[in-house]
């Protein structure tokens, strides 16, 4: 089956810094998709991405989906404390007939005061 | 009020006993999932809804059954609970055509 490797597992950050993790997958995707989970919730959807190269930002937050569709890398500006939580990535190949989402097992982002 | 909710939202049960996780939406979409969530990991599909007659089962649907009531309904069912079941069970809905799937706030399960 299809396997997303997610790095880092875990960070450790200086508020006010940047931060990027990245996604890489054993096969092609057609849809990226970068969720946060804050503890206690389910995972909220940040950004959506469509075509190889494609670029997309939601205010601190820009990923982009790789040329060769099988990365995706999410990257947040000027860290600040509300930042923390798990950040998830998500592949799905609709070409293939299924719907279904692959999912990274998460990157945990501490953001220190 | 929030789109999808999940009930309940913590859960405690013994080994042997038959639970139900529910899940509801308001937002109208026709494909609904379950999946299970374990510390360090990432979310595994267990089971998923494409209408109210259509159920397909997903990566690790041993132990678990589901029942889509209706489109905005989907449960999710222990028939007989055991204690790696112990998790974290989340709700998505997603719309036809669309890729984006959104989630509820879980249920916690424990199962001792």
């Known amino acids: 089956g299809q396997q997303l490797n997610q790095s880092p597992q875990s960070m450790f950050i200086q508020e006010g810094e940047d931060v990027s993790m990245n996604c890489t997958s054993s096969?092609?995707?057609?849809?990226w998709l970068w969720y946060k989970q804050d503890p206690g919730e389910g995972p909220v959807l940040l950004i959506a991405l469509y075509k190889a190269g494609e670029l997309t930002s939601n205010g601190r937050l820009t990923a982009q989906f790789g040329i060769t569709r099988k990365d995706s890398f999410l990257n947040i500006s000027a860290s600040i404390p509300s930042d923390v939580g798990i950040y998830f990535c998500?592949?799905?190949?609709?070409?293939?007939?299924?719907?279904?989402?692959?999912f990274g097992k998460g990157t945990k982002l501490s953001v220190i005061p | 009020d929030a789109d999808v909710t999940q009930t309940p939202r913590n859960r405690i049960t013994k080994t042997g006993k038959r639970i139900m996780l529910e899940c509801s939406q308001t937002k109208g979409h026709d494909r609904m999932y379950w999946y299970r969530q374990d510390p360090g990991l990432g979310l595994q599909l267990i089971y998923y809804s494409f209408d109210v007659k259509d159920i397909n089962k997903g990566e690790i649907s041993d132990g678990y059954s589901v029942s889509r009531q209706a489109q905005a309904k989907f449960s999710l069912s222990l028939e007989s609970a055991i204690p790696n079941q112990t998790a974290l069970y989340f709700c998505?809905?997603?719309?036809?055509?669309?890729?984006?799937?959104?989630f509820g706030p879980g249920t916690r399960l424990t199962v001792l």
């Open positions: 998505a809905t997603s719309d036809l055509g669309a890729n984006e799937q959104f």
């Open positions: 998500a592949g799905q190949n609709s070409g293939a007939g299924s719907y279904q989402l692959t």
């Open positions: 096969s092609i995707f057609n849809t």
